[in-house]
């Protein structure tokens, strides 16, 4: 059984950084793609990131430059580096595994049914 546990959300002042981790099992990590997804009150679930099992990252533009993903299989765990935050970004945050295709990866989810409870995030002074 797949399974995700998001970790390392807070509360964070505006400018401030956080950094989430996904820890994944019931699967081999190494040969998915993961990517971050968050949602705010009210909006849709939207994508943020995703690396792929070859380590190509891909990001939404409202995060790009701000935010870095990255992975460690021998911890079977992917990371999101949040840095420069604004309030804009306060979501619950979840990881998934994610599309990927000749080493690149998409921001869309593989399995519908395999979804972590999601770490929060909130931004304010």
């Known amino acids: 059984q797949w399974q995700f546990v998001e970790s390392g959300g807070n509360l964070v002042q505006p400018g401030g950084s956080l950094r989430l981790s996904c820890a994944a099992s019931g699967f081999s990590l190494d040969s998915y793609a993961i990517g971050w997804f968050r949602q705010a009150p009210g909006k849709v679930r939207e994508g943020v990131s995703c690396i792929s099992s070859s380590h190509n990252t891909y990001y939404a533009d409202s995060v790009k430059g701000r935010f870095t993903t990255s992975r460690d299989s021998a911890k079977s765990t992917v990371y999101l580096h949040l840095d420069n935050l604004n309030p804009a970004d306060s979501a619950l945050y979840f990881c998934?595994?994610?599309?990927?295709?000749?080493?690149?990866?998409?921001?869309?989810?593989?399995?519908?049914?395999?979804w972590g409870q999601g770490t929060q995030v909130t931004v304010s002074s």
């Open positions: 998934t595994a994610t599309r990927q295709r000749y080493g690149l990866c998409a921001i869309r989810e593989l399995r519908p049914d395999a």
